[in-house]
């Protein structure tokens, strides 16, 4: 069984073993902590590009939702606040890190395409379960020296099809 804490790229693999520390570990950090400036760093914004595909596996119904990066970091800001405010029958940093699995990327020269996968849940306060069973495909490439995020295509169902 995997740890989901751990990250299964030796630092040795350097892109792979970078790419999952900012994709895993800073991500989920910076988001239940509604900070940004957490992750500001790991984006290129010279032509960022989010494209939501509506949790739907049809790319007809997919949308430039962020067509910038200001425009996503907006919604990112919207959606970890909405989740800040939620209540919470265990722990969101457990429960997300056991959801997430990043176990792909495919890097070829200093471009790479990385799928982060959601199936899971957590718990709420009132028993219920918030379901998270969604995927990204990420965009990466090392820009300035670092590995950094240049657009994806998210919000798709987990699994396709």
């Not at 900012?22 to 902590?33: E, G, K, T």
């Not at 997300?96 to 709420?124: H, N």
Request: overall charge negative.
């Amino acid at each position: 069984m995997r740890d989901p804490f751990q990250n299964p790229f030796p630092p040795e693999d350097e892109a792979r073993h970078a790419i999952w520390q900012m994709l895993v570990p800073r991500d989920i950090d910076a988001f239940l902590a509604a900070d940004w400036s957490m992750v500001a760093d790991d984006f290129v914004e010279e032509g960022f590009i989010g494209i939501s595909g509506n949790r739907d596996g049809n790319p007809d119904n997919w949308r430039l939702a962020f067509p910038t990066l200001a425009a996503y970091r907006e919604e990112w800001l919207r959606q970890a606040a909405d989740f800040a405010q939620q209540s919470y029958g265990e722990d969101p940093r457990i429960a997300i890190f056991t959801t997430t699995t990043l176990e792909e990327i495919e890097v070829s020269g200093d471009t790479a395409l990385v799928r982060k996968k959601f199936d899971g849940g957590i718990r709420k306060a009132d028993g219920t379960l918030d379901v998270m069973r969604w995927q990204t495909l990420y965009y990466c490439r090392r820009h300035e020296g670092a590995w950094k995020i240049s657009g994806f295509t998210g919000y798709l169902p987990n699994p396709m099809g």
